[in-house]
């Protein structure tokens, strides 16, 4: 009998919770402003993405995914291919080696945004450049499949649902139609919502993942570079923010000091 | 508030209930099975058609748990010729789960490698869609596990039994050929 072993124990166990914990515009704000605050040269990469989430939302992905069958054919093809050759250059012991981009990030990006109905626009030479940055390594690269798969999963889910029968509930109970009807809208924006916190991840993580050279951000904090790549954790945008909370308050605290310091000498003078 | 009576004699509170029971019962439902006879890669040799239609092929035999929420099923080949055994596909087995998993993790999480737990090819008797969109196809026994680990074995108990079922297309013999033995449980539960 197969059981579970640790040596991949950084993959999600449970990718969709973090992700539904928190609703999207909340998280988007926190972690958005967050990062802003410490990184201006973030604010590029944050207004992108939320171009790509307004796109998103104002599309019906479901519409999008029923007319582009053979799109979502090849963005799952690609994942499986892609898959079974990271599977296997893991499993070879290569792990954390670096790993070489190979134009196969872009062809999955073109190919779900083409499936999403965004297809090439504005948005697509910044998203192509933060999946480079962020797949300098295995363990990256393993990070940023996984991301892709569950995108198109959770957007396939979406149009399944859309297209899911009604329940097949005895019918001398109509009164359940309603209710049904209900959860199923319910659960189409929850699933909405886990697609734009998915896409919104991608600029998170890759932003955190640039390279050291990086001037260093004006309030110092070392939250962001103690942010797990996986699993996330709505509970890190909370440190973020205590932080520098607590770093604010610190300051605050040695300037008064600071300033009773000096009353209190400029007192001292003046007895004298 | 006194609950409403509606005109067949039944108020909110019973109708409640009575969905609420539906709703268990539903979720404790086996997902239901089926057979299908999908196009192999295998191509049927000695075809007496014009050679501008297209090649007829093998048709290889299939059980598919059917899941209302996801429009791909997942495909047990009981076709005996890769290797007298069963084969499961991997990534619609993951749909079943909520929230689905993807192959790269299972993979990774039960360390299952190629050749020993997963194959890509069985010798072109694996179903010619799936070789198009690409597809990994556990062993059963792997099966088994990869729906234990994921939380869906209640569901496909049926599906991943132990039953002793093939079928073969014989090609230009022009028959299909049945071998069926249904474990008894899962017999009474699915309708094969």
């Not at chain 1, 951000?217 to 909370?245: F, Y």
């Not at chain 2, 007829?56 to 007298?84: F, K, N």
């Not at chain 2, 028959?175 to 449980?185: A, E, G, L, P």
Request: hydrophobic share 40%.
């Amino acid at each position: 009998m197969l059981t579970s072993t640790t040596p991949y124990s950084w993959l999600p166990s449970n990718p969709f919770l973090a992700a539904t914990a928190l609703s999207t515009s909340t998280l988007l704000s926190h972690r958005f402003s967050s990062v802003a605050c410490i990184r201006p040269k973030s604010v590029g990469a944050s207004s992108t993405y939320s171009t790509l989430i307004s796109e998103a939302q104002r599309r019906d992905l479901t519409q999008a995914w029923q007319q582009q069958g053979r799109g979502w054919s090849n963005v799952r093809r690609t994942l499986m291919k892609w898959t079974i050759d990271l599977v296997e250059r893991i499993q070879e012991g290569e792990e954390g080696q670096e790993t070489t981009y190979d134009g196969r990030q872009e062809h999955v990006v073109e190919l779900l945004l083409a499936a999403l109905g965004l297809k090439r626009c504005s948005i697509f030479a910044p998203l192509q450049q933060l999946l480079m940055e962020a797949s300098s390594t295995q363990r990256q690269e393993a990070q940023r499949l996984e991301d892709l798969w569950r995108l198109m999963e959770g957007t396939c889910a979406l149009a399944a649902m859309r297209n899911a029968p009604p329940n097949d509930a005895p019918q001398q109970h109509q009164i359940e139609a309603p209710s049904h009807a209900q959860a199923v809208e319910a659960e189409l924006l929850s699933g909405q919502r886990r697609i734009e916190a998915l896409v919104q991840d991608l600029a998170t993580r890759a932003y955190h993942t640039e390279p050291a050279s990086t001037p260093p951000p004006r309030v110092q904090s070392s939250a962001p570079h103690k942010l797990p790549l996986l699993p996330r954790s709505i509970s890190n945008i909370s440190g973020i923010q205590l932080h520098i909370e607590v770093q604010s308050g610190t300051r605050a605290i040695v300037v008064a000091s600071a300033i009773a310091t000096a009353v209190f000498a400029l007192l001292v003078i003046a007895i004298d | 508030m006194a609950d409403q009576q509606h005109q067949d004699g039944w108020t909110d509170a019973q109708a409640n209930s009575e969905s609420l029971t539906w709703a268990k019962l539903a979720q404790r439902r086996p997902a239901p099975l089926g057979f299908r006879l999908i196009p192999s890669e295998r191509l049927l040799l000695h075809s007496s058609r014009r050679s501008s239609a297209p090649p007829l092929r093998y048709l290889t035999p299939c059980l598919s748990l059917e899941d209302d929420a996801h429009q791909a099923p997942v495909l047990r080949i009981i076709d005996p010729s890769p290797s007298g055994e069963s084969f499961v596909s991997l990534s619609s087995l993951c749909l079943l789960a909520s929230p689905p998993p993807s192959p790269m993790s299972v993979l990774l999480a039960l360390d299952l490698r190629r050749g020993q737990h997963w194959e890509t090819s069985l010798n072109g008797a694996e179903p010619l869609e799936e070789v198009k969109n690409g597809e990994i196809w556990l062993r059963l026994g792997v099966a088994r596990d990869v729906a234990r680990a994921t939380g869906v074995e209640q569901a496909a108990e049926a599906f991943l039994s132990e039953s002793r079922a093939w079928s073969l297309d014989e090609g230009h013999e022009g028959s299909i050929v049945h071998k069926w033995v249904c474990d008894s449980k899962a017999g009474k539960r699915a309708t094969c």
